[in-house]
């Protein structure tokens, strides 16, 4: 029988606003026996979204502060928790979704067996219906494949992301890294995920990726674009990470691609169109879209546009130009939040979680317990 602190925990997963919903086969609880020992699930009980000094958690854990530093240093370590490291002031630790978070942050020590419960249990975890009103990723088109001539907001280049930090990670895609240990990888780069300020602190500090300059990571988008991979970065204005991405591999981008309209669930700001007056034919187009977008039966490239996403990719290597991208109309322009928090509450909210009062609830609830601890050290 499954400890009832896999329940408990799956439940407080829920509760965030990613989600972490149950199955009738049970394989969500099966995923969190993988990741966690029974006592650090029932200290992940204790963390919130609201990051948290160690004295305060081992208040409400019923720990001793050695004991709960202990024991947080280690969820973080493994990716179970997040936590906040800055360079003068204490350490703080707090809750992370499932996805995107915990299983992101399990890159490096990925099994056969966790593989295949993940993908036993996506198509109840990624809710589309939820994707499409509220998703965690968005997609930008490639550099390259956006016309001079267009409006085009900061937000949605990715050089211009890039250029707002100084600090950067380059980690393997866990997509392409599972796929492959099952069997059915594709032959494109692994070292594709981009983290970004303190993203980037957090997957240095703990070996998920490599320290990297922005003259590398510039150079990767040149990569990523030769390689066919879409660009996906979090969907917030100051973006921390950029995912880049196949049709192949993608957890995302595979679910959206068997939908029979991808472009409803995700899309960028932009659409591809053909003038087929250049368009020879020659299919390189049909290659390189992600979404099965392009239809090349009369001989000249028709983009279908419930499926096209305004990646770009058939843009950049038309060897007539007779592919571009053109600004969508500003009513088809889904907003940006404007940061992490805002996407969260969003996501929350379009799952019927996390409405502002729990969080107002939440701080009010570490107020308190910050200053019991205080009276208990004194």
Same mark, same amino acid.
């Not at 919903?21 to 993988?34: D, K, M, N, Y």
């Not at 997609?139 to 907001?153: H, N, Y």
């Not at 909210?349 to 009062?357: E, S």
């Given at each position: 029988m499954v400890d009832d602190v896999y329940h408990r925990l799956a439940r407080h997963l829920d509760d965030l606003p990613g989600g972490y #919903?149950?199955?009738? !086969?049970?394989?969500? +609880?099966?995923? +969190? %026996?993988?990741l966690f020992t029974p006592e650090e699930a029932r200290l992940a009980l204790h963390l919130t979204l609201l990051p948290e000094e160690a004295p305060v958690i081992a208040h409400r854990a019923g720990l001793s502060i050695a004991e709960a530093g202990e024991q947080l240093a280690t969820l973080a370590r493994k990716g179970l928790c997040y936590r906040r490291q800055p360079k003068d002031g204490p350490v703080r630790y707090m809750?992370? %979704? $499932?996805?995107?978070?915990?299983?992101? $942050?399990?890159?490096?020590d990925l099994d056969e067996g966790l593989v295949r419960d993940f993908d036993e249990y996506l198509p109840t975890l990624l809710d589309l219906d939820v994707w499409r009103r509220a998703p965690q990723l968005r997609?930008?088109?490639?550099?390259? !494949?956006? #016309?001079? !001539?267009?409006?085009?907001?900061p937000y949605e280049q990715a050089e211009m992301l890039i250029r707002r930090h100084s600090r950067f990670a380059i980690a393997p895609c866990i997509c392409r890294r599972e796929r492959s240990m099952v069997g059915e990888g594709c032959d494109r780069p692994l070292e594709t995920c981009l983290s970004m300020g303190t993203a980037a602190d957090y997957y240095v500090r703990n070996g998920l990726g490599r320290p990297a300059q922005r003259d590398e990571v510039l150079q990767l988008l040149v990569q990523a674009d030769e390689a066919g991979l879409v660009l996906q970065p979090g969907n917030m204005r100051n973006a921390g990470y950029i995912c880049m991405c196949c049709g192949d591999c993608c957890a995302v981008l595979r679910t959206v691609r068997r939908h029979p309209q991808p472009a409803s669930i995700v899309r960028s700001?932009?659409?591809s169109t053909v003038n087929a007056g250049l368009c020879d034919g020659c299919g390189t187009c049909l290659e390189r879209c992600q979404m099965d977008a392009i239809d090349l039966d009369s001989g000249i490239a028709e983009i279908l546009g419930h499926r096209c996403i305004g990646c770009g990719l058939c843009v950049t290597t038309c060897p007539t130009g007779a592919a571009t991208l053109q600004r969508r109309p500003e009513a088809e322009i889904r907003y940006v939040p404007r940061d992490t928090i805002e996407m969260h509450l969003r996501l929350g909210?379009?799952?019927?979680? +996390? #409405?502002?009062?729990a969080l107002v609830h939440m701080e009010l609830r570490s107020q308190l317990d910050r200053l019991r601890a205080r009276r208990n050290d004194s």
């Open positions: #919903p149950a199955t009738e !086969s049970g394989v969500e +609880l099966r995923i +969190l %026996q993988r809750a992370i %979704q $499932f996805a995107i978070g915990i299983w992101e $942050f399990h890159v490096q997609t930008i088109p490639v550099g390259e !494949s956006i #016309p001079t !001539s267009a409006e085009v907001m700001a932009f659409f909210r379009a799952r019927g979680k +996390l #409405p502002v009062g």
